[in-house]
Structure formats: structure tokens, C-alpha cells
Nanobody, 119 residues
Framework: QAQLVESGGGLVQAGGSLRLSCAAT????????MGWYRQAPGKQREYVAA???????NYADAVKGRFTISRDNAKNTVYLQMDSLKPEDTAVYYC?????????????WGKGTQVTVSS
């Protein structure tokens, strides 16, 4: 069974950058889509960005122009380059994969990586 493992989180000052990675293990098939979500303390999980296997990309308005999602299909790995970070970007960032085209739900989730942006 496939699993997602996130890495790259940490503590950074406002205006800095971080690069998150999410690698899929235990699967030899390429997911139709992979994405990132985040959950700040006391808030609901929110969508950040997603990329399909053919390269279509979508961003949440809150991160557009600052975050860049990319994907290596051969490695079943998705990246999230985060620039110009703000304190409000502080959250646990989760990777998701295997989007159900009709339901709009994700079949697989990672355990998350903490991103903390200090002011």
C-alpha cells in the first residue's frame, strides 16, 4: 500500500524560504494528482496547491505568487517551494495523492511536516 512521506519543514523568519518534499513509497503507479494542504492551530485544514500527472497546476489565492508546486512523475514526488513566507503561513503541511475525479477527495495522506514562520 502506498504511503506519503513529507520532509523539509522547519523554522524560518518572515520573508524566508522553505522547500517541502513529499515522496510516495510502496507504489509503482503514478498518481493522477498530488497536492498540498495545511492546517494552522485552531483552524480547519485548507487547500494550498495541486498538480496533475499532465502538469496542470492550481493554487489557493493565499499562496499564489509566493509558492510553487512541482512534480517528478518518475519518482512519484511532489515539491512545494515556499518563498516570501509570512507568519500566517505557519501550519502543519500535509501531502495528498490519488484524487477521486468525481468525489474530489484524496485517497492518500501524509502525516504532515511543521512549518513555523517567525515575525
Amino acid at each position: 500500500q502506498a504511503q506519503l512521506v513529507e520532509s523539509g519543514g522547519g523554522l524560518v523568519q518572515a520573508g524566508g524560504s522553505l522547500r517541502l518534499s513529499c515522496a510516495a513509497t510502496g507504489s509503482t503507479s503514478s498518481f493522477n494528482a498530488m497536492g498540498w494542504y495545511r492546517q494552522a492551530p485552531g483552524k480547519q485544514r485548507e487547500y494550498v496547491a495541486a498538480v496533475t500527472s499532465v502538469g496542470s497546476i492550481n493554487y489557493a489565492d493565499a499562496v499564489k505568487g509566493r509558492f510553487t508546486i512541482s512534480r517528478d512523475n518518475a519518482k512519484n514526488t511532489v515539491y512545494l517551494q515556499m518563498d516570501s513566507l509570512k507568519p500566517e503561513d505557519t501550519a502543519v503541511y500535509y501531502c495528498a495523492a490519488d484524487l477521486h475525479p468525481q468525489r474530489g477527495t484524496w485517497g492518500i495522506w501524509g502525516k504532515g511536516t511543521q512549518v513555523t514562520v517567525s515575525s
